[in-house]
């Protein structure tokens, strides 16, 4: 296994989410977001200049966090939209020799509405595609979007849509209903969703946090790594059990929420502070796993 982050938690410029990744001591960014936009969506000028500062500093890119899909489309969103941002994405992997690029199932509906279920699966099958045709991997990540509803969601994902893997979070199921479950849908539990999901599984995202309160959607609080409700360390044990090699991505949100509506501006010093505090939690919870 292997060490990586979202280091644009850290900070929006990528000279300080690689001085915050090298102060952790990793090698590896899971790249987002540089000074406020997707990676797939910077100019060319500004995308030529973090591919040298990448290549200057040692950093690699295992992974995009693409906007593909994501929980802030609607499935009845124009697909010319998801269909440039592939085109974008895919040229700029294979500069930064990235492999993974995260994709969702577009954002749900209400529960009792009509999900459109063979529209997403026609579209995640052309994403898939146009990836796997450029050798690349796209990987589905269980959050706010279809595949999210529960495990048996995910597993139908991948059922519908031959050749795609999977990137497991371990906070998303805390603040998720489960929805193939009775009335009053409870919570999902992580580590049942990962045994669930696990042979399909080559990437993970870690994050920690606590049920939301009556009436929320987003957690009570987002925690360091094996403080919340995530099951973080038990499904670290299962990973290593179940002989994982992929990649383990930090994204704290203690700091900055990417989902959250409110906008406000965070402190940054915060932000690259709590980044490298996680980071540092997280190198102690793989010791002791050894």
């Not at 209400?110 to 099958?125: A, I, K, S």
């Not at 973080?232 to 930090?250: F, Q, S």
């Amino acid at each position: 296994m292997y060490l990586t982050g979202f280091a644009d938690e850290a900070a929006q410029d990528l000279a300080t989410q690689i001085k915050a990744t090298k102060e952790i001591g990793w090698t590896r960014i899971s790249a987002r977001g540089v000074n406020g936009a997707n990676l797939h969506e910077l100019p060319d000028d500004e995308f030529d200049k973090v591919a040298g500062q990448l290549n200057d500093s040692g950093i690699t890119i295992p992974e995009f966090g693409s906007l593909i899909g994501n929980w802030g489309k609607k499935i009845t969103s124009d697909f010319d939209i998801t269909l440039a941002e592939i085109e974008r994405a895919i040229p700029r992997m294979q500069r930064l020799d990235t492999k993974l690029i995260r994709i969702m199932s577009y954002a749900q509906e209400p529960w009792g509405n009509d999900q459109q279920e063979e529209e997403r699966f026609r579209r995640l099958r052309e994403i898939h595609a146009r990836f796997a045709d450029a050798g690349l991997q796209a990987v589905h990540e269980n959050c706010m979007n279809w595949g999210g509803f529960s495990p048996d969601h995910t597993l139908r994902l991948v059922e519908e849509v031959p050749g795609l893997k999977l990137i497991f979070d371990t906070a998303n199921p805390v603040f998720q209903l489960d929805r193939s479950k009775p009335e009053p849908f409870p919570w999902q539990d992580p580590l049942e969703f990962y045994n669930k999901v696990k042979e399909h599984v080559v990437h993970v995202h870690i994050k920690d946090c606590t049920n939301p309160g009556m009436g929320e959607t987003e957690p009570t609080q987002y925690t360091l790594p094996g403080e919340g409700q995530a099951k973080v360390v038990e499904i670290l044990r299962a990973l290593k059990d179940n002989d994982y090699n992929g990649g383990l991505a930090i994204e704290p949100h203690v700091a900055t929420v990417f989902h959250s509506t409110e906008g406000e501006e965070p402190d940054w010093r915060q932000c690259y502070d709590s980044y490298v505090e996680y980071g540092h939690a997280m190198n102690r919870l793989m010791e002791d796993l050894v």
